[in-house]
């Protein structure tokens, strides 16, 4: 009887160990979610502040002191003159967006937010500028991200996007709806073209007396799969997906840079910043560095940035569905064809 007490008591503190290990962890899930949803915020900085405040810390350590006076004063004097006449050159304003791609571009969210912010207040006076890094992906997420840009075009707001290091296939899909692009001279620019690749396990199942079962409605609702046995017909098809894709990338491309020969840049090739000037690809070879440096003596610079948390729960949800999107005997749908 001692023997089975005993041990019904370590049962029971187990089990409570359990259950108090597992409320611990819903419960911090839970805070950290609401912690992290307070922080979704927009945050509007002053890139001409910014300069001068780098500028001043420099002067300290390099300028005699009656030298840095004098500039101190200079500054003073010409922002009470910008106090005085709003309207003044001085005032122009340039709105500075940065967006880093992936695969399925999701910083397109934040981008959402950041432009329909900035059309609430810019005009055809001002700029934007996009520092836009993106190698492409999947193309209905890039599609989207282009569509963006093009807020700002029909808006009749200047836009520019900047490039120091990439903007390659769908990456460039969003650049040229720009009215400029300017690149650093090693950026890689262009590869307008389509791909879609998948493994094939059907070959090795087999071999294993592993049957795949799949039965679909529509002729064309299954494409090529990753499990079971792919028919040339199937290929065929994807092909022709493929084909009609990259049709749609080249018109788009030439609707927004008519003077591009699209049989020569069209191939699915990519240029570095120089050739690509050379091409026609992009206006002026540049870092986003120095152009803003210019501008800022010019213009009023603010960069915008839009910063969407998401709770653990939506990250944990978007980490299964981006696990699970080439699920085993998933149809090859337009989630796998890529710019």
């Known amino acids: 009887m001692t023997e089975f007490l005993t041990d019904y008591g370590l049962f029971l503190a187990k089990a409570t160990t359990i259950v108090v290990a597992f409320l611990v962890v ?4 839970i805070a950290l979610s609401r912690k992290v949803k307070s922080h979704d915020k927009l945050e509007v900085v002053s890139l001409n502040d910014k300069y001068d405040a780098m500028a001043a810390a420099l002067r300290s350590q390099v300028l005699p002191r009656k030298e840095q006076k004098r500039l101190i004063r200079e500054k003073k004097a010409a922002i009470k003159a910008r106090k005085k006449h709003p309207g003044a050159a001085g005032e122009k304003r340039m709105f500075v967006v940065n967006f880093h791609g992936d695969i399925r571009a999701t910083n397109v969210a934040s ?3 950041e432009i329909t912010t900035i059309l609430t207040l810019a005009n055809e006076k001002d700029e934007v500028l996009i520092k836009l890094e993106n190698t492409g992906g999947i193309v209905h997420e890039h599609g989207l991200g282009a569509s963006q840009l093009q807020r700002l075009k029909d808006a009749g707001i200047p836009t520019t996007v900047a490039v120091d290091k990439v903007a390659a296939s769908g990456g460039y899909m969003m650049a040229c709806v720009a009215q400029k692009i300017i690149a650093a001279p090693f950026a890689v620019i262009g590869s307008i073209g389509v791909l879609a690749q998948l493994p094939n396990f ?3 199942l087999d071999r294993q007396g592993i049957k795949f079962e799949q039965e679909t409605a529509g002729e ?3 494409n090529v799969t990753m499990f079971g046995e792919n028919t040339e017909k199937d290929r065929e098809r994807l ?5 009609e894709t990259h049709a ?3 018109d788009y491309v030439a609707l927004h840079r008519p003077e591009l020969d699209m049989a020569e840049i069209a191939t699915g090739e990519h240029w570095y910043g120089t050739r ?3 091409l026609g ?4 070879i540049s870092t986003s560095d120095d152009y803003l440096l210019e501008a800022g003596k010019q213009m009023r610079l603010y960069e915008v940035t839009y910063t969407a948390k998401k709770s653990v729960t939506a990250r944990l949800l978007s980490s299964m569905q981006l696990a699970t999107s080439r699920a085993p005997g998933d149809k090859l749908g337009p989630q796998f064809i890529e710019f």
């Open 26 to 29: 819903v419960g911090v899930s």
């Open 111 to 113: 981008l959402r937010e």
């Open 202 to 204: 059907h070959g090795l």
């Open 220 to 222: 064309y609702k299954r």
């Open 239 to 243: 092909r022709e997906q493929i084909e």
């Open 248 to 250: 749609l990338f080249k």
């Open 276 to 278: 690509a000037l050379e």
């Open 281 to 284: 690809l992009i206006d002026k």
